[in-house]
């Protein structure tokens, strides 16, 4: 290749014929922004964010598509050019939800608000699952971009979620074209691409079909390589920033398939490809069902051992004695272990040799998956169960099946989840599984491939290799003291240990999404992955019966119906709902508790409005989290399992002279009845309504209708004036205006703001501290305030407390140690069960 | 065909355009063996395809894809760059209605409405029978006859609400 040379920003650099000139700065260490160019495709010159100056080419070409030729004189750092790809970037940041950017509050909503907020729809960047990798957010930043000329637009498309495992929200998408190109590189037809023309554009499949009828092999490539938060996985969105980057293998099939592991505080995030090449892609399972089988709701993470009475929790230690102690009576031909396949080669090597060695029996051995079954080979060691030679058994599964079981007079299991044997089970030990294990893997190619243990398991729960040892230590044998895995290795190889080679899966799962494996330790994938049934047809047939049938008995026997729900704005959504019991009591200022169904949280809304006549209670709905999901994918006509009201202490209702209402997000709704009955009792009401931007703006009629002044403010400046409620107040202030009492209801943050300012002012203030309860009685404790002295619960003393003496600072850190500790307890809840879920999240009319 | 209050009702099953299966893969095919397997091929193959069967459909997109062997996402995003594509199978009959301003002032709204009225549809819809599908369209350049409308390829002008209609019940 020859070389050529050429000058960056007055260096001397040389590049090899056919690199661009993007490729020869970045090899120099001269760093251009870019966008839509990535190291694993071609250049393709969309984004025009990688412009340079060439001496006599004329405009701004892309770096990222111009190849170099001998003696260019490039400049990519000129003030022209810097200004440029700033208009650039912002043109494409105003078609994207990123107000924030133009928020002066910015920087103290972020250090209250540590992570984004689990919201439905990221309307803006703190509720964006992404928001601390965005690499448009980072180039926004690097450029300083806290303005727009023109304002942000919300471009309203419907969110996809109608497959188990991606969220696809294109409102983000900034048309870089990367995820259609990799689909296509990696797969060579690929899922998605670009569909319709001008504005219009955007990426999506052929006719708008779900995933799940395309191509698509859920590879997840699409979401590992796109720059914002428009395509994300669904179980492992709201994690956050990974804090580390590991290699591991995926070893659920014979493949091997080499992954990368996102990981954070030693918990695996998600996995992805090693690089995006075709031949390193990988399958749904891979990609997807890992790290939901390890944050399984059903995974055991205890060790329980038989008593009297039945199986019991106990310690490693005590599990491994009564193992032993078992395990000691049935030496010889009564005993037989069974592996699996999906295990290292220390661990296959080690449950060997703890059977021959140690049990001194010949029986053993492994469970394979094939297809749709489980081969349990040599099928002599079955056979000697059921003839009743083998009476103790060692098991790493859900195998064999239970008509066995039961001639068994032992039976120990190593598993990572209950099953019906373990009611024949004398020790249950949770094991330690996958990439949490270390270790080496024979491939069906026949390559050894290495596993770190990258990720940390449950407390005291150790891999079924360790427990084997310890187990044998127990019982006296000498040679299962073993220092490193590397020494576990080394014996393999010495000892010359005849290793069969797996055969591969035909076909092969990374192509075709029927073909993914089905089992895991003998328990249905399917089964615990729920999202994995969407490719078993059965489990769906099972499924589509099941729910018309919930919906059913839930409109015949509750009598609080939907008559009427809408999404407003994006991500937030008006439901009123039939109770006239509550309507003919409730006051301004008091809430609801509600529940959607029997198993969901109890969760407080405001009373946004209420209609005497006809008996109904309206709420406004921010969808944050998964009791206000349950809530914003309710349909018209459905029936809550429970609806309890009027809660919490009325505002008082008398002649104050001149009162303020201000409200944000929820809280517009919520400062409506207050207004409206302080307008009644003879006062100058002056309502405040605040938004990130002018899409978020609602009920501004509503609002003006019931007060004299309406002042509408916007943190983006798109609408009304630029700013928070808290600078709105001020102006007021400055033109003259006594404020005599003060009501404010929003995020705490946007709470915390303005009675910085009415304290400054002198204003008696009461704030709406909703946000923050969980349950509304008092039990849980998580609306705890402390309101000067004293320490008030929210939801018995407020809603309304006095917002002059809340401690705020200690509020708002308990609420963000309280949010990420949520976050982390999100994998032990499945978020989104069954297809036909998402499908109804979308299709909200 | 004969109108019953508000809706229409057939006298026999529709059998005009309705093609099985079996012929619309065979009809495709042969659309297709007429072009080289070259991706240049592929808008006129795309016309082709309309052409012959008034629409692109999700199994012509299919048929396509295999031929080419170019992705079904691919054709699509390319169909729908062109604005002369259709993506849902027309009526046997499409009825337009002017909208241009000398329609307007004389009237056409009402023979929109009727339109509506009688197929229960509304402009840009096909009926559920595919009988008829229903377009807005801007000035046909005849605003001497104001108000215009146009079934298939015929134009009729001074239009009226209850001429409409017995346009409509002339069809067969
Ligand atoms: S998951 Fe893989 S196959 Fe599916 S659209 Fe994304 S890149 Fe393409
Ligand atoms: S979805 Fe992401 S990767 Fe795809 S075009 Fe949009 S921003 Fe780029
Ligand atoms: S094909 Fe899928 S299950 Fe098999 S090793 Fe690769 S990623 Fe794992
Ligand atoms: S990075 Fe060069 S045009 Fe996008
Ligand atoms: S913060 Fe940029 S896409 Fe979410």
Redesign the pocket.
């Known amino acids: 290749m020859s070389e050529i040379k050429l000058t960056i920003d007055g260096q001397e650099v040389t590049a090899n014929n056919g690199d661009t000139v993007l490729e020869a700065a970045q090899n120099s260490g001269i760093r251009i922004p870019t966008i839509c160019a990535h190291p694993a495709l071609e250049p393709y010159g969309a984004c025009r964010l990688c412009v340079v100056q060439i001496e006599g080419i004329r405009g701004n070409p892309t770096s990222c598509t111009t190849p170099v030729q001998n003696g260019m004189i490039v400049d990519t750092k000129s003030e022209d050019i810097v200004e440029l790809r700033r208009e650039i970037l912002k043109l494409m940041l105003s078609g994207h939800t990123s107000p924030c950017f133009a928020c002066s509050d910015r920087t103290l909503c972020e250090k209250y608000r540590p992570s984004p907020t689990k919201s439905g729809k990221a309307s803006r960047c703190t509720f964006c699952s992404f928001r601390d990798s965005c690499e448009l957010r980072k180039l926004a930043d690097e450029f300083e971009i806290n303005e727009f000329d023109l304002p942000v637009i919300y471009q309203n498309i419907e969110i996809e979620h109608n497959d188990p495992?991606?969220d696809r929200d294109y409102n983000l998408c900034i048309l870089c074209g990367r995820?259609?190109r990799?689909?296509?590189k990696?797969?060579g037809r690929?899922?998605?691409d670009f569909i319709n023309r001008g504005k219009n554009a955007r990426i999506g499949?052929s006719f708008h079909k779900k995933?799940t009828e395309?191509?698509?092999?859920?590879?997840?490539?699409?979401?590992d390589?796109c720059p914002t938060g428009s395509?994300s996985d669904r179980f492992a969105k709201w994690q956050g920033a990974p804090d580390k980057y590991d290699k591991s293998i995926c070893i659920l099939c014979s493949l091997g398939c080499s992954i990368d592991l996102k990981i954070k505080n030693g918990k695996m995030i998600e996995s992805g490809v090693v690089d995006f090449t075709p031949e390193n892609?990988i399958c749904?399972v891979g990609?997807f069902a890992i790290q939901q089988l390890l944050y399984n709701p059903l995974r055991l993470d205890f060790h329980q051992v038989r008593v009297e009475d039945g199986l019991i929790k106990d310690s490693y230690e005590n599990a491994i004695d009564k193992a032993a102690e078992e395990l000691i009576k049935y030496q010889g031909d009564q005993f037989a272990l069974i592996a699996h396949t999906a295990a290292t080669r220390e661990e296959i090597y080690l449950l060997g040799k703890f059977a021959k060695t140690v049990m001194k029996s010949d029986n053993f051995a492994i469970a394979k998956p094939d297809k749709d079954k489980i081969i349990i080979e040599p099928s002599s060691v079955l056979e000697k169960i059921k003839n009743g030679t083998v009476k103790a058994v060692f098991t790493t599964g859900n195998y064999p099946d239970s008509t066995l079981i039961e001639k068994l007079e032992t039976l120990i299991i190593a598993d990572m989840f209950p099953s019906e044997n373990e009611k024949s089970a004398k020790v249950v030990f949770a094991s330690a599984v996958l990439v949490e294990v270390e270790g080496t893997f024979l491939n069906a190619k026949g390559e050894i491939e290495s596993l770190s243990a990258a990720v940390t398991p449950p407390k005291n729960v150790y891999p079924d290799w360790k427990i084997v040892c310890d187990i044998a230590g127990k019982m006296g044998a000498s040679e299962f003291a073993y220092s490193s895995i590397v020494d576990i290795g080394k014996e393999i190889n010495q000892e010359g240990i005849q290793e069969e080679i797996p055969t591969a899966p035909v076909p092969s799962p990374i192509n075709d999404v029927n073909a993914l494996p089905k089992y895991y330790r003998g328990h249905k994938l399917a089964g615990v992955v729920s999202a994995l049934s969407i490719f078993s047809p059965e489990a769906q047939a099972v499924k589509a019966d099941i729910i018309p049938e919930e919906l059913k008995s839930t409109v015949e026997e509750k009598p609080f119906e939907i008559v009427e729900k809408k999404e407003i704005v994006p991500n937030t959504y008006m439901v009123s709902v039939y109770a006239p019991t509550i309507a003919e009591k409730c006051q301004p200022g008091q809430f609801v508790i509600a529940m959607v169904n029997e198993k969901s949280e109890r969760i407080p809304y405001t009373i946004s409005d209420f209609d005497r006549e006809k008996g109904t209670i309206t709420m406004i709905i921010l969808e944050v989290g998964r009791s206000s999901r349950e809530m914003a994918n309710t349909r018209i006509g459905q029936h809550l399992a429970h609806f309890v009201g009027p809660l919490g202490k009325p505002v008082e209702i008398k002649k104050y002279g001149t009162v303020l209402c201000a409200g944000g997000c929820y809280g517009v709704g919520a400062i409506l009845p207050i207004a409206r009955a302080m307008k009644e009792a003879g006062n100058k009401v002056i309502c405040i309504e605040e938004a990130s931007s002018h899409y978020l703006l609602h009920w501004e009629k509503r609002l003006a209708d019931n007060c004299d002044e309406l002042v509408i403010i916007t943190k983006d400046g798109s609408a009304g004036l630029k700013g928070g409620a808290q600078d709105a107040i001020t102006m007021l202030a400055k033109k003259e205006e006594k404020i005599d009492q003060a009501y404010i209801i929003g995020c705490t943050f946007m709470m915390m703001l303005c009675c910085e300012v009415t304290k400054k002012l002198e204003i008696p203030t009461q704030t709406a501290m909703n946000p923050i309860m969980l349950d509304g009685t008092g039990m849980c404790g998580a609306c705890r305030v402390s309101e000067g002295e004293k320490t008030k619960f929210a939801c018995v003393d407020g809603p309304f407390l006095d917002g002059l003496q809340i401690d705020w600072i200690e509020l708002m850190q308990r609420q963000a140690a309280f949010k990420i500790e949520e976050i982390e307890g999100l994998p032990q809840v499945p978020i989104e069960k069954s297809p036909e879920e998402h499908f109804c999240a979308c299709s909200h009319t | 065909m004969v109108f019953k209050g508000n809706s229409y009702h057939f006298k026999g099953a529709n059998t005009k355009m309705q093609r099985t299966e079996k012929k619309i893969a065979y009809e495709l095919q042969e659309i297709l063996n007429n072009y080289e397997i070259e991706r240049d091929n592929l808008i006129p193959v795309l016309h082709g395809v309309q052409e012959k069967f008034g629409y692109i459909s999700e199994e012509s997109v299919a048929g396509i894809s295999r031929h080419f062997n170019i992705s079904e996402s691919e054709i699509y995003g390319v169909a729908t760059f062109y604005t002369q594509f259709r993506f849902t199978r027309p009526g046997d009959h499409t009825i337009r209605v002017c909208r241009g301003t000398a329609c307007h002032v004389r009237g056409s709204q009402r023979i929109m409405n009727e339109v509506c009225k009688l197929t229960g549809i509304k402009p840009g819809e096909t009926t559920s029978d595919y009988r008829f599908s229903l377009e807005q369209v801007a000035c046909f350049g005849s605003c001497a006859l104001a108000p215009i409308a146009v079934v298939n390829e015929a134009v009729y002008g001074r239009m009226t609400p209850p001429k409409i209609k017995q346009l409509l019940e002339e069809i067969e």
């Open positions: 495992f991606m995820c259609s990799i689909c296509k990696i797969h690929g899922a998605i499949t995933h395309t191509d698509c092999n859920f590879c997840g490539a699409c979401i390589i395509l892609r749904a990609r």
